[in-house]
């Protein structure tokens, strides 16, 4: 079992920035792709960025892109979403997630892809 707690979503304003952070616990962190994920109300869940093993390859979601960084600390066993020049459309509750991958180069972009899934954070951008 991997456990995963998010951290460092809030309320801030259109253009301002949130960095959220993902602790996970139980596992090899270095074991497993993670990714960011999103869900709006009424809306599906959706991945916004997800990093390789050792954070060799990225991936971000077109409405992100240049504005969101992906990091990870393998030595921390954490993962970080920094999010600039946040938007309204950004508003939702953000989950982190870990999926386990034999190739240290893959980065898992469908939610189906992870096992494991943290309880998620609120970010609320107001214009």
């Known amino acids: 079992q991997v456990q995963l707690v998010e951290s460092g979503g809030g309320l801030v304003q259109a253009g301002g920035s949130l960095r959220l952070s993902c602790a996970a616990s139980g596992r090899t962190f270095s074991d497993y792709a993670m990714g960011w994920f999103r869900q709006a109300p009424g809306k599906e869940r959706e991945c916004v960025a997800a990093?390789?093993?050792?954070?060799?390859?990225?991936y971000y979601q077109d409405s992100v892109k240049g504005r969101f960084t992906i990091s990870r600390d393998n030595a921390k066993n954490t993962v970080y979403l920094q999010m600039n020049s946040l938007q309204s459309e950004d508003t939702a509750v953000y989950y982190c997630?870990?999926?386990?991958?034999?190739?240290?180069?893959?980065?898992?972009?469908?939610?189906?892809?992870?096992?494991?899934w943290g309880q998620g954070t609120q970010v609320t951008v107001s214009s």
């Open positions: 997630a870990a999926d386990w991958v034999l190739f240290v180069s893959v980065v898992p972009t469908a939610s189906n892809d992870y096992d494991y």
């Open positions: 990093i390789s093993r050792r954070g060799g390859n990225t």
